[in-house]
Protein backbone atom coordinates (compact mmCIF):
# COMPACT_ATOMS: atom_id res chain seq x y z
CA UNK A 1 0.00 0.00 0.00
CA UNK A 2 2.79 2.08 1.02
CA UNK A 3 4.50 1.46 -2.45
CA UNK A 4 1.42 2.31 -4.32
CA UNK A 5 0.76 5.65 -2.26
CA UNK A 6 3.91 6.50 -3.55
CA UNK A 7 4.19 5.79 -6.81
CA UNK A 8 0.69 7.89 -7.32
CA UNK A 9 2.82 10.65 -5.38
CA UNK A 10 5.49 10.32 -8.02
CA UNK A 11 3.27 10.61 -10.54
CA UNK A 12 1.59 13.78 -9.53
CA UNK A 13 4.79 15.23 -9.13
CA UNK A 14 5.55 14.32 -12.74
CA UNK A 15 1.99 15.30 -14.12
CA UNK A 16 2.79 18.66 -12.48
CA UNK A 17 6.53 19.63 -13.24
CA UNK A 18 5.85 18.03 -16.68
CA UNK A 19 2.52 20.11 -16.68
CA UNK A 20 4.76 23.41 -16.20
CA UNK A 21 7.44 22.28 -18.42
CA UNK A 22 5.32 22.17 -21.34
CA UNK A 23 2.82 24.63 -21.11
CA UNK A 24 4.78 27.93 -20.74
CA UNK A 25 2.99 31.12 -19.69
CA UNK A 26 2.04 32.73 -23.17
CA UNK A 27 3.50 35.72 -23.68
CA UNK A 28 1.09 38.49 -24.63
CA UNK A 29 1.78 40.12 -27.81
CA UNK A 30 1.87 43.51 -27.94
CA UNK A 31 0.63 45.25 -31.64
CA UNK A 32 0.48 48.83 -32.23
CA UNK A 33 -2.20 50.21 -34.39
CA UNK A 34 -0.62 52.00 -37.44
CA UNK A 35 -0.49 55.54 -36.43
CA UNK A 36 -3.31 57.45 -38.57
CA UNK A 37 -1.43 59.84 -41.29
CA UNK A 38 -1.53 63.26 -39.66
CA UNK A 39 -3.52 65.33 -41.33
CA UNK A 40 -2.09 69.26 -41.57
CA UNK A 41 -4.60 71.66 -40.66
CA UNK A 42 -3.57 75.53 -40.70
CA UNK A 43 -5.45 78.61 -41.27
CA UNK A 44 -5.82 79.96 -44.93
CA UNK A 45 -7.38 82.17 -46.49
CA UNK A 46 -9.28 81.79 -49.29
CA UNK A 47 -10.25 84.05 -52.60
CA UNK A 48 -13.89 82.60 -53.67
CA UNK A 49 -13.86 81.78 -57.24
CA UNK A 50 -16.76 82.03 -59.44
CA UNK A 51 -19.63 79.92 -59.05
CA UNK A 52 -18.17 79.02 -55.45
CA UNK A 53 -20.83 78.59 -52.66
CA UNK A 54 -19.94 77.82 -48.75
CA UNK A 55 -20.48 74.16 -49.34
CA UNK A 56 -18.10 73.94 -51.99
CA UNK A 57 -15.25 75.61 -50.29
CA UNK A 58 -16.40 73.91 -47.06
CA UNK A 59 -15.90 70.76 -48.67
CA UNK A 60 -12.88 71.50 -50.15
CA UNK A 61 -10.98 71.96 -47.12
CA UNK A 62 -12.94 69.92 -44.94
CA UNK A 63 -14.01 72.64 -42.28
CA UNK A 64 -17.55 72.56 -41.42
CA UNK A 65 -19.89 75.86 -42.83
CA UNK A 66 -20.55 77.02 -39.42
CA UNK A 67 -16.80 77.30 -38.31
CA UNK A 68 -16.44 79.12 -41.94
CA UNK A 69 -19.16 81.65 -40.60
CA UNK A 70 -17.86 81.85 -37.19
CA UNK A 71 -14.47 82.76 -38.39
CA UNK A 72 -15.88 85.23 -40.89
CA UNK A 73 -18.35 86.81 -38.70
CA UNK A 74 -20.67 86.50 -41.42
CA UNK A 75 -24.83 84.97 -41.25
CA UNK A 76 -26.17 82.00 -43.32
CA UNK A 77 -27.53 84.02 -45.37
CA UNK A 78 -24.49 85.91 -46.60
CA UNK A 79 -23.71 85.63 -49.97
CA UNK A 80 -19.90 84.99 -51.26
CA UNK A 81 -19.12 87.80 -53.96
CA UNK A 82 -16.37 86.00 -56.28
CA UNK A 83 -13.07 87.85 -55.24
CA UNK A 84 -13.86 87.87 -51.51
CA UNK A 85 -10.99 86.94 -49.37
CA UNK A 86 -12.35 84.45 -46.87
CA UNK A 87 -10.59 82.96 -43.80
CA UNK A 88 -10.76 78.99 -43.74
CA UNK A 89 -10.02 78.00 -40.03
CA UNK A 90 -7.72 74.85 -40.00
CA UNK A 91 -7.98 74.12 -42.99
CA UNK A 92 -6.91 71.05 -44.98
CA UNK A 93 -4.85 70.75 -48.35
CA UNK A 94 -7.73 71.24 -50.68
CA UNK A 95 -9.37 68.30 -51.80
CA UNK A 96 -11.23 68.02 -55.51
CA UNK A 97 -14.74 68.17 -55.58
CA UNK A 98 -16.05 66.53 -58.03
CA UNK A 99 -20.13 67.27 -58.57
CA UNK A 100 -21.39 64.28 -60.89
CA UNK A 101 -24.70 65.45 -62.73
CA UNK A 102 -26.73 62.96 -64.38
CA UNK A 103 -27.10 63.36 -68.07
CA UNK A 104 -26.82 62.32 -71.74
CA UNK A 105 -25.56 66.02 -72.75
CA UNK A 106 -22.11 64.63 -72.52
CA UNK A 107 -19.73 62.93 -74.94
CA UNK A 108 -16.47 64.11 -75.14
CA UNK A 109 -13.66 65.67 -73.30
CA UNK A 110 -11.17 68.25 -74.42
CA UNK A 111 -8.30 68.85 -72.92
CA UNK A 112 -6.39 72.46 -73.57
CA UNK A 113 -3.97 74.20 -72.21
CA UNK A 114 -4.34 77.79 -70.96
CA UNK A 115 -1.26 79.21 -73.42
CA UNK A 116 -0.40 81.49 -69.99
CA UNK A 117 2.01 80.93 -67.65
CA UNK A 118 -0.63 82.31 -64.36
CA UNK A 119 -3.85 81.86 -64.02
CA UNK A 120 -6.35 80.02 -62.54
CA UNK A 121 -10.71 80.06 -62.57
CA UNK A 122 -11.26 83.60 -61.54
CA UNK A 123 -8.55 85.18 -63.82
CA UNK A 124 -9.92 83.45 -66.89
CA UNK A 125 -13.24 84.10 -65.75
CA UNK A 126 -12.44 87.97 -65.97
CA UNK A 127 -10.79 87.97 -68.93
CA UNK A 128 -13.31 85.79 -71.18
CA UNK A 129 -16.02 87.98 -69.59
CA UNK A 130 -14.11 91.27 -71.02
CA UNK A 131 -13.77 88.92 -74.33
CA UNK A 132 -17.68 89.66 -74.48
CA UNK A 133 -18.53 86.25 -73.20
CA UNK A 134 -21.73 86.68 -70.84
CA UNK A 135 -21.08 83.58 -69.06
CA UNK A 136 -17.65 84.09 -68.20
CA UNK A 137 -14.98 81.31 -68.60
CA UNK A 138 -15.40 78.76 -70.97
CA UNK A 139 -14.23 75.54 -69.50
CA UNK A 140 -15.92 73.44 -67.32
CA UNK A 141 -12.87 72.51 -65.34
CA UNK A 142 -9.56 74.70 -64.51
CA UNK A 143 -6.08 72.37 -63.29
CA UNK A 144 -4.05 74.81 -61.57
CA UNK A 145 -0.55 75.28 -61.67
CA UNK A 146 1.63 77.22 -58.80
CA UNK A 147 1.11 80.43 -60.00
CA UNK A 148 -1.63 81.80 -58.01
CA UNK A 149 -3.53 81.17 -54.46
CA UNK A 150 -4.65 77.79 -55.85
CA UNK A 151 -2.66 74.61 -55.03
CA UNK A 152 -0.77 72.89 -58.08
CA UNK A 153 -2.59 70.16 -59.30
CA UNK A 154 -6.39 71.73 -57.91
CA UNK A 155 -9.28 71.29 -59.72
CA UNK A 156 -11.56 74.11 -59.97
CA UNK A 157 -15.47 73.31 -61.19
CA UNK A 158 -16.43 76.63 -62.60
CA UNK A 159 -19.98 77.81 -63.19
CA UNK A 160 -20.78 76.46 -66.48
CA UNK A 161 -20.12 72.99 -64.82
CA UNK A 162 -22.27 73.43 -61.82
CA UNK A 163 -24.97 74.66 -64.15
CA UNK A 164 -24.46 72.34 -66.22
CA UNK A 165 -24.48 74.82 -69.22
CA UNK A 166 -22.71 74.63 -72.58
CA UNK A 167 -18.90 75.27 -73.06
CA UNK A 168 -16.84 77.89 -74.49
CA UNK A 169 -13.91 76.49 -75.51
CA UNK A 170 -14.44 74.55 -78.90
CA UNK A 171 -16.82 75.76 -81.70
CA UNK A 172 -15.63 73.16 -84.13
CA UNK A 173 -17.77 70.12 -84.91
CA UNK A 174 -20.28 71.45 -82.26
CA UNK A 175 -17.95 70.26 -79.24
CA UNK A 176 -19.31 73.23 -77.13
CA UNK A 177 -22.88 71.71 -76.74
CA UNK A 178 -21.14 68.07 -76.05
CA UNK A 179 -17.67 67.41 -75.02
CA UNK A 180 -16.24 68.52 -71.17
CA UNK A 181 -13.76 71.15 -71.51
CA UNK A 182 -10.57 70.87 -69.30
CA UNK A 183 -8.06 73.76 -69.14
CA UNK A 184 -4.74 72.92 -67.20
CA UNK A 185 -2.93 76.59 -66.16
CA UNK A 186 0.59 76.75 -68.33
CA UNK A 187 1.90 77.23 -71.53
CA UNK A 188 3.14 73.88 -72.71
CA UNK A 189 4.92 74.91 -75.79
CA UNK A 190 7.39 76.43 -73.40
CA UNK A 191 6.83 74.40 -70.39
CA UNK A 192 5.75 71.22 -69.01
CA UNK A 193 2.61 70.21 -67.34
CA UNK A 194 3.65 69.11 -63.36
CA UNK A 195 3.45 65.71 -62.51
CA UNK A 196 0.47 66.87 -59.91
CA UNK A 197 -1.65 68.27 -62.59
CA UNK A 198 -1.44 65.25 -64.81
CA UNK A 199 -2.33 63.33 -61.64
CA UNK A 200 -5.36 65.76 -61.09
CA UNK A 201 -6.57 65.75 -65.03
CA UNK A 202 -6.32 61.94 -64.97
CA UNK A 203 -8.32 61.73 -61.94
CA UNK A 204 -10.68 63.75 -63.29
CA UNK A 205 -10.78 62.06 -66.40
CA UNK A 206 -11.19 58.48 -65.34
CA UNK A 207 -14.16 60.01 -63.01
CA UNK A 208 -16.13 61.74 -66.30
CA UNK A 209 -15.27 58.57 -67.99
CA UNK A 210 -16.89 56.53 -65.38
CA UNK A 211 -20.10 58.55 -64.79
CA UNK A 212 -20.60 59.81 -68.23
CA UNK A 213 -19.67 56.53 -70.01
CA UNK A 214 -16.88 58.89 -72.34
CA UNK A 215 -14.58 56.28 -73.90
CA UNK A 216 -11.05 57.03 -74.19
CA UNK A 217 -11.16 57.41 -77.71
CA UNK A 218 -13.53 60.29 -76.97
CA UNK A 219 -10.94 62.01 -74.86
CA UNK A 220 -9.78 64.23 -77.37
CA UNK A 221 -6.77 67.31 -77.02
CA UNK A 222 -7.74 70.65 -78.35
CA UNK A 223 -5.79 70.43 -81.57
CA UNK A 224 -7.25 66.87 -82.68
CA UNK A 225 -11.18 68.33 -82.92
CA UNK A 226 -12.31 67.91 -86.74
CA UNK A 227 -12.14 71.47 -87.81
CA UNK A 228 -9.79 72.92 -85.48
CA UNK A 229 -6.31 74.05 -85.88
CA UNK A 230 -4.11 74.77 -82.70
CA UNK A 231 -1.41 73.31 -80.96
CA UNK A 232 -3.52 73.32 -77.48
CA UNK A 233 -2.64 72.17 -75.11
CA UNK A 234 1.13 72.51 -76.22
CA UNK A 235 4.18 70.55 -77.64
CA UNK A 236 5.20 69.49 -74.48
CA UNK A 237 1.92 68.00 -73.37
CA UNK A 238 2.83 64.60 -72.69
CA UNK A 239 -0.31 63.13 -74.98
CA UNK A 240 0.41 59.19 -75.52
CA UNK A 241 1.58 59.13 -71.64
CA UNK A 242 -1.55 60.72 -70.76
CA UNK A 243 -4.02 58.58 -72.70
CA UNK A 244 -2.41 54.98 -71.89
CA UNK A 245 -2.98 56.04 -68.20
CA UNK A 246 -6.63 56.13 -68.80
CA UNK A 247 -6.89 52.42 -70.41
ZN1 LIG B 1 -7.57 74.75 -76.31
Redesign the pocket.
Known amino acids: MKKLIYSLSLILVCVFLSSCATAPKPTPRVTKDPTPPSIKRSDIYHVVGPGETLWRISKTYDVPIKRILRANRISERAILQMGQQIKIPMATDPKPVISLYPSSKWRYI?V??S?TEVGNSLAFHKAHLKRGWDRGIGYHFVVSNNSSDRKEGQIEATPRWIKQQDGA??KASEMNTKAIGI?LVGNFNNQNPSKKQLDSLNYIVKKLQDFYNIPTSRVLR??EVHGVI?D??GHNFPWQGFKNRLD
Do not use: E, S
Open positions: IHHAHCCHGTCP
